[in-house]
Nanobody, 122 residues
Framework: QVQLVESGGGSVQPGGSLSLSCAYS????????VAWFRQVPGKEREAVSS????????YYAPPVRGRFRISKDDAKNTVKLEMNNLQPEDTAVYYC???????????????WGKGTQVTVSS
């Protein structure tokens, strides 16, 4: 079974940086996509960024474009999300997710990690 485990969450001040990691295992072929989502209590889970295993194609949601950077290390089966210039509105539980394709929406994801809290405050 596919497993994804997030790490690196924590608290930072506005303007600060934080890096999250997603260690994954169990994908049966290389056509998978690893994505980051985030969710605030009472609101829908929203896509943040994604990267494809085979080609390294990346996507960034408009709110994080230019501030966040996603990368992968195939040898270590790890995807990293570097978050810069963090703002209070970035506060959320961040989830790592995986799928073999489809639109970058929560319902299209086949596998999920348990999430890691990111808090941005003064």
């Amino acid at each position: 079974q596919v497993q994804l485990v997030e790490s690196g969450g924590g608290s930072v001040q506005p303007g600060g940086s934080l890096s999250l990691s997603c260690a994954y295992s169990g994908f049966t072929w290389d056509g998978y996509v690893v994505a980051w989502f985030r969710q605030v209590p009472g609101k829908e889970r929203e896509a943040v960024s994604s990267i494809s295993r085979a080609y390294g194609t990346t996507y960034y949601a408009p709110p994080v474009r230019g501030r966040f950077r996603i990368s992968k290390d195939d040898a270590k089966n790890t995807v990293k999300l570097e978050m810069n210039n963090l703002q209070p509105e970035d506060t959320a539980v961040y989830y790592c997710a995986g799928t073999y394709g489809g639109r970058l929406v929560a319902d299209a994801m086949k596998y999920w990690g348990k999430g890691t809290q990111v808090t941005v405050s003064s």
